[in-house]
């Protein structure tokens, strides 16, 4: 499924004239796992490595954010495979505003529906209003943005991402069993 959703990237970043980057190897094994909205790809926080440098979104990235997140993976028990992981904003550079979430819907709409996710999961603010622009059905986890930041914005910020994709994990059960065996 990861090529199908990398191919409306694709197209997406033709037709928009940007540069947008992939979903990383291993991500997006299935139909029917969690999709984990982000907020933009390589972010001025953390120029110079990360998504930014491998032109995908994963966990495997070199910055923070992607370690809390590989690490968060590890713990809980999800496997890499279950996750699509996409941003709001869906081009490098991007000025955040509503402006840009508007021009990404489209975009993140499609993915959406290729994936057809069990659960989504917006993480932080702008994810958030992408999150209730999109025609989903099933139920969206509103949590921080996985950041230092974001998991410093109050008390309970990253229990609350961690009791989100325990609860998303639960959801997809059957999409999980599937990908494993891959």
Not at 20 to 37: D, E, K, N, V, Y
Not at 153 to 172: N, V
Request: glycine share 10%; proline share 6%.
């Amino acid at each position: 499924m990861r090529d199908q959703l990398n191919n409306i990237i694709a197209e997406a970043e033709i037709d928009r004239g940007l540069t947008m980057p992939r979903i990383g190897t291993g991500h997006a094994q299935c139909r029917g796992g969690i999709f984990s909205l982000l907020q933009d790809p390589g972010s001025e926080h953390t120029a110079g490595s990360g998504a930014e440098i491998s032109r995908v979104v994963d966990i495997c990235n070199d910055d923070p954010t992607a370690r809390y997140c590989r690490d968060l993976f590890e713990r809980i028990g999800i496997p890499k495979s279950v996750v699509t992981p996409w941003n709001a904003y869906g081009a490098y550079g991007e000025k955040p505003g509503m402006k840009a979430i508007s021009e990404n819907l489209p975009l993140c709409q499609r993915l959406v529906d290729a994936a057809g996710p069990a659960a989504i999961i917006a993480q932080g603010r702008e994810a958030q209003k992408m999150a209730d622009r999109l025609r989903f059905d099933g139920p969206v986890f509103r949590v921080p943005h996985p950041s230092r930041r974001g998991r410093a914005s109050y008390k309970g910020a990253a229990k609350d991402i961690e009791t989100a994709f325990e609860e998303a994990l639960r959801i997809c059960t059957s999409c999980t069993e599937i990908c494993r065996v891959k």
